[in-house]
């Protein structure tokens, strides 16, 4: 299994105890409150109607006029893709979350990991991450228009953009050549709803679609993206506490020795002088963490959701 956060249980195997933290994934701590449910939600399969009621709320809160898909997470969105068109040569700018260069594997691409983002130019197909995950770099929708022009097709995933919409292509999308996905659970906290979106032109949603089947959302999910993202004031709200938070993590991880390596407001990554050193610092603290294979310093939490969770990050970070 390719390496990810979100391993909870394994950390639970490894280290033994109970109540534990997990900051492994970027995944909002304190989640968007789910509505009540009807018992349609459970009992019948997802109707047109409920359907087309997500669509038009996410495409208000996006700002997006450009056809929609609704996915069971980004990641279903991710593995669909790269089944577009004939496979040729992808190049995906990193390091990065890993399931997009291995879904392009997996469906036969020959595929290049790059460190800059000039170096994506002439692909058959490009994928950047906006804020990129971990490191938190970003680049402008004027610049990612432009690569669009040198790529076969562009995917953008906007799987961290929802407390930075000025780095949204979402405004601009729905030409041929660009993809841009979004991910409801990371923002909301309700990774468990899986639910995303991908945007694109006619020609490529429908085709999605088509691969994704009738039925690619529960019931349950169509109500509560529906309704989350319908709520504007618990999305300014969060993201200004994010925004407070993130300042907060910084400081006790430079106390701690550790440096800024980048991020967004739902995590953030550091440099450490030994990252396995450091997560296990965390874990006598019951507080998981995510290191990487491909770097032996760099560590990345999320943010803690409550006083008293701040309050173990804190000790665990003073020890």
């Known amino acids: 299994m390719r390496d990810h956060g979100g391993n909870i249980d394994g950390a639970i195997a490894r280290f033994g105890g109970v109540d534990w933290i997990d900051l492994s994934t970027g995944i909002n701590r304190v989640p968007y409150r789910v509505p009540v449910l009807q018992r349609e939600d459970w009992t019948m399969?997802?109707?047109?109607?409920?359907?087309?009621?997500l669509l038009d709320v996410a495409a208000k809160t996006y700002r997006c006029t450009a056809?929609?898909?609704?996915?069971?997470?980004?990641?279903?969105?991710?593995?669909?893709i790269p089944?577009?068109?004939k496979p040729g040569k992808a190049r995906v700018l990193g390091p990065t979350y890993n399931e997009h260069a291995a879904s392009l594997h997996a469906a036969g691409w020959s595929v290049e990991q790059v460190s800059q983002f000039g170096q994506l130019a002439g692909a058959d197909l490009a994928v950047v991450v906006n804020p990129n995950n971990?490191?938190?770099?970003?680049?402008?929708?004027?610049?990612?228009?432009?690569?669009a022009a040198q790529v076969g097709r562009l995917v953008v995933d906007e799987s961290f953009a929802d407390a930075q919409p000025e780095l949204s292509l979402l405004p601009q999308?729905?030409?041929?050549?660009l993809l841009v996905l979004r991910s409801f659970g990371k923002f909301y906290g309700l990774a468990g709803v899986r639910l995303g979106f991908v945007i694109g032109c006619a020609e490529d949603i429908a085709a999605l679609q088509e691969m994704s089947g009738p039925w690619p959302v529960n019931g349950a999910a169509l109500r509560i993206g529906a309704v989350a993202l319908a709520d504007a004031?618990?999305?300014e709200t969060t993201v200004q506490r994010l925004r407070s938070e993130v300042a907060q993590a910084d400081v006790l991880a430079q106390a701690?020795?550790?440096?800024?390596?980048g991020g967004c407001e739902l995590f953030r990554s550091y440099e450490t002088p030994d990252a396995e050193t450091a997560q296990f610092r965390l874990a006598k603290q019951r507080i998981w963490s995510r290191i990487f294979p491909y770097s032996n310093r760099w560590l990345r939490i999320g943010l803690p959701g409550s006083p008293g969770e701040w309050a173990r990050l804190t000790r665990a970070l003073e020890v």
């Open 134 to 147: 971990p490191d938190g770099r970003s680049y402008a929708p004027a610049d990612l228009l432009a690569l």
């Open 83 to 85: 089944r577009l068109g």
């Open 45 to 53: 399969l997802p109707t047109q109607t409920a359907k087309q009621a």
């Open 233 to 235: 004031a618990w999305a």
């Open 256 to 261: 701690a020795g550790w440096q800024l390596v």
């Open 173 to 177: 999308a729905g030409q041929a050549g």
């Open 67 to 80: 056809p929609m898909l609704a996915v069971a997470g980004a990641q279903a969105a991710i593995q669909m």
